[in-house]
């Protein structure tokens, strides 16, 4: 028989009911037996929902209150003393380790602030882990009442025998890092770590787990010889305790592992191992063959990362060329990741048009998909004829849907020519004549576009949902707001002006609600990082721009603007990344249509008077590929062409800014060189200016605004430490290239700090500004 397994599920709940239990338990709201329960409750309902469906591998350990990753810090006893010297009741110390620890100043004791644990993207996804962060000497240490161990038994007790899934020593320690000012190399430390999972892994056979899910996601990264070669003596050292401890199944996910597969192989004592054959079936053959004689292969088919219904027919092939060569009792149809990141249900979505409704499945739709496609490969495809025949159905009718093909962006895409990708001048022409027409001193000032959305903002942008105000009453409003942040500019003496982004409710989801061939959600979020959601919308179809969808806002805001107003978009791969992105065409071919899209607006704003525009792609860089090579090449090359695509419609004397917010583009500068834009802000106040040095090495030649401070806390940089800062800048980039600008938009600061750190930015810029005037 074939059995289905997921996993790993979202733990949200059905209406972000854990986010709302843990932010109410740490404003105080709610008691800590509260939101324990809580957990226990949505625990039960998430294995319940499996077991109804038909699974029959449902994982127990992929709660978590906060991340995963977290939770085995904890589990193995790694806190940093900096937590644990504190001694608080276990959750509090992880959520301390997550969110970080604040306590005023009492009289009995001093104040207390110490920062969170480093927290950074899980692989390529939206998910945010937090990093273990290890000492030198580090020692572990089983916790008291492991996690795993007492949920495996809850779901015991409710009568189900779950999977218990956890994180693996080699990638526990590989998405590690040494602690700061500390040595270790954090795989040094496997053979201190792997005695605690015998101990972790002898428990639960001891509470009657037979199988266990250890995640081996770093498998499909390229990995230094230290890490590849931790795998097999881990891995023999655990099969070595035989029936003491549950059948492992080590799962990768998100690429491929072909080029690790003798990490694993040949390994009989391992149980079985699960791939990803959704982002690579290529795979499959390879590793079917490398497979010993007894192991059994869990097929990852269902997408654990997008929310497109599974195509039954396409699926049960793949599948079906698995048992042919494994046998039926090998082979174990899954999840191509954990369900972590897909919505909760397709249930919560009252809105949506019934045909393209039809077109997705979320987390609880994709567990009866896992169901249906285990049970027509065991009993074959009449037990589930009407099933399948439905998903045929649904199939044809997204391939043939009018919404999904548009044959005049189809005819616009093939009629793209090389001259598009290329601005009409190389940069010095055009900077020459934007100087002419721009007049910009030295160290030019700017912001990265947006200005605080204030309550205000929020209410009325709300009213107009509701129909509470009209659409001109909300224009109205939005042109005062875009007055008062001129004002506001016009008082800072900065020297290109944005119009602030009021009224942008989310940098994605704003273009994708004017472009055709999205479609959004009410209820559809996925976790980002602890108790943070996000909702992205969905691209259903071929995309285009039925009409300006920013040039009334940016001309206004020019046509009041005594000095350069900056024309403000977000960049193509960046409504690809932040978006569900479709599965029937390539995301070039995506990225190309956003592109074409833009395009007409960056045309449109420059005749509206715009003579300024920043396209911004802060994902360009997560939407990497894993692994070094051509794929990776590949990405690079369209990503950057969609770019380029994007933004040279336009004249010389016309700047093109672009804006990232992190610093590590060492190891793709070539791709940023490549982007040909004027000028670049990128983030950078918390990292070495070192990390400029890549400017001067490769000759940069056009303008750069490294971040002078951090927008993510309220803190307020004094001009000394800008001056600081700028003076380091200076080392690495010359004078006339230098922007002096923040690190990110400034949406989520108050009026208060934000001008008081920009009046220190633009006196330091002035400081400059004159040092040089005399000097020169
Ligand atoms: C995440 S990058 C944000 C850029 C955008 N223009 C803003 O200022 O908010
Ligand atoms: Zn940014």
Not at 79 to 94: C, H, R, T
Not at 109 to 117: E, F, K, M, R, S
Not at 436 to 464: A, C, W, Y
Request: with cysteine; glycine share 6%.
């Amino acid at each position: 028989m074939v059995q289905s397994a997921v996993l790993g599920f979202p733990r949200m709940g059905v209406n972000r009911d854990l986010k709302k239990a843990t932010e109410a338990y740490w404003g105080g709201k709610i008691s800590q037996k509260d939101l324990l329960a809580e957990g226990k409750r949505l625990r039960q309902e998430h294995w319940k929902i499996q077991k109804q469906s038909g699974i029959d591998i449902i994982p127990s350990n992929d709660f978590s209150f906060y991340d995963q990753v977290l939770d085995h810090i904890q589990l193995f006893g790694a806190i940093p003393e900096k937590y644990s010297k504190y001694k608080l009741d276990p959750i509090d110390e992880f959520f301390a380790m997550g969110r970080g620890l604040q306590k005023p100043q009492t009289p009995e004791a001093a104040a207390v602030d110490v920062p969170a644990l480093e927290m950074v993207k899980w692989f390529d996804s939206n998910y945010h882990y937090v990093k273990p962060t290890l000492q030198d000497g580090q020692e572990f240490k089983l916790a008291a009442n492991p996690k795993p161990v007492v949920e495996f038994l809850e779901a015991k007790e409710a009568g189900i025998i779950t999977r218990p899934v956890l994180v693996g020593p080699v990638s526990f320690l590989a998405l590690g890092k040494a602690d700061r000012g500390q040595n270790v190399v954090p795989i040094s430390l496997l053979h201190k770590l792997l005695p605690v999972y015998e101990e972790l892994l002898a428990k639960l056979k001891e509470a009657g787990a037979e199988t266990v899910q250890i995640d081996e996601p770093c498998l499909v990264f390229d990995l230094p010889p230290k890490v590849k070669n931790a795998f097999k003596p881990a891995y023999e050292k655990l099969a070595s305790l035989g029936s003491k401890i549950p059948q492992v199944v080590v799962a990768t996910y998100f690429g491929d592992i072909v080029h690790n597969l003798d990490c694993l192989t040949p390994m009989s004592s391992l149980y079985g191992i699960h791939i990803d054959v959704v982002r690579h079936p290529e795979q499959l053959e390879t590793v079917m063959g490398a497979l010993g004689p007894q192991q059994v292969l869990s097929v990852g088919i269902v997408d654990g990362r997008n929310i497109w219904k599974t195509n039954f027919k396409r699926a049960i092939e793949t599948v079906v060329k698995a048992i042919q060569k494994l046998g039926r009792d090998r082979v174990i149809v899954a999840s191509s990741s954990s369900l972590l990141h897909t919505p909760h249900t397709l249930e919560s979505e009252k809105k949506l048009d019934s045909e393209v409704r039809d077109w997705f499945s979320f987390a609880v739709e994709k567990t009866k998909e896992l169901a249906i496609i285990a049970k027509a490969v065991t009993q074959g495809p009449a037990s589930v004829r009407e099933e399948l025949d439905a998903n045929a159905k649904s199939m044809e009718s997204r391939a043939t849907s009018k919404r999904t093909n548009d044959p005049k962006v189809k005819e616009r895409q093939s009629k793209i020519t090389e001259d598009m990708f290329n601005r009409r001048s190389p940069f010095p022409t055009r900077i020459a004549q934007q100087q002419e027409l721009l007049h910009l001193p030295m160290f030019p000032t700017t912001t990265i576009g947006s200005f605080p959305q204030t309550k205000e903002i929020r209410v009325q942008r709300n009213k107009l949902t509701k129909g509470e105000i009209t659409e001109k009453e909300y224009e109205q409003f939005i042109e005062k707001e875009i007055q008062e942040v001129v004002k506001i500019q016009d008082e800072l003496e900065l020297d290109v002006y944005v119009h602030g982004e009021p009224e942008r409710n989310d940098m994605v989801q704003y273009f994708g609600e004017r472009l055709t061939g999205y479609e959004f959600t009410t209820h559809a979020w996925v976790q980002s990082y602890g108790s943070r959601c996000v909702r992205p919308p969905i691209i259903v179809g071929d995309i285009s721009r039925p009409a300006p969808m920013t040039v009334k806002e940016s001309k206004y805001a020019a046509s009041i603007s005594k000095k350069p107003m900056k024309g403000m978009l977000t960049g193509p791969i960046t409504c690809l990344r932040w978006s569900y992105p479709r599965d029937d065409i390539h995301q070039e071919v995506q990225a190309q249509q956003l592109a074409l899209a833009l395009r007409d607006e960056v045309v449109d704003l420059e005749a509206a008077g715009v003579y300024v525009i920043q396209v911004d792609e802060p994902a360009l860089r997560e939407g990497l590929p894993l692994r070094q090579g051509l794929e990776r090449e590949n990405y690079l090359s369209w990503a950057v062409k969609s770019f380029r695509l994007s933004v040279s419609g336009v004249k010389d004397s016309t700047q093109i800014h672009s804006h990232f917010c992190y610093s590590e583009f060492q190891d793709f500068f070539q791709a940023i060189a490549a982007l040909d834009a004027d000028v670049l802000s990128i983030e950078n106040s918390k990292s070495d200016a070192k990390l400029l040095k890549v400017f001067v090495d490769e000759a940069y030649p056009r303008h750069i605004g490294p971040g002078v401070y951090d927008i993510h806390s309220p803190r307020i940089p004094s001009e000394e430490e800008i001056k600081d800062r700028i003076q380091e800048m200076l080392q690495y980039l010359s004078p006339d290239q230098l922007w002096i600008d923040p690190d990110c938009g400034l949406k989520t600061r108050q009026w208060k700090e934000t001008k008081a750190a920009l009046i220190n930015m633009v006196n330091a810029a002035k400081f400059y500004r004159q040092k040089y005037a005399k000097s020169s």
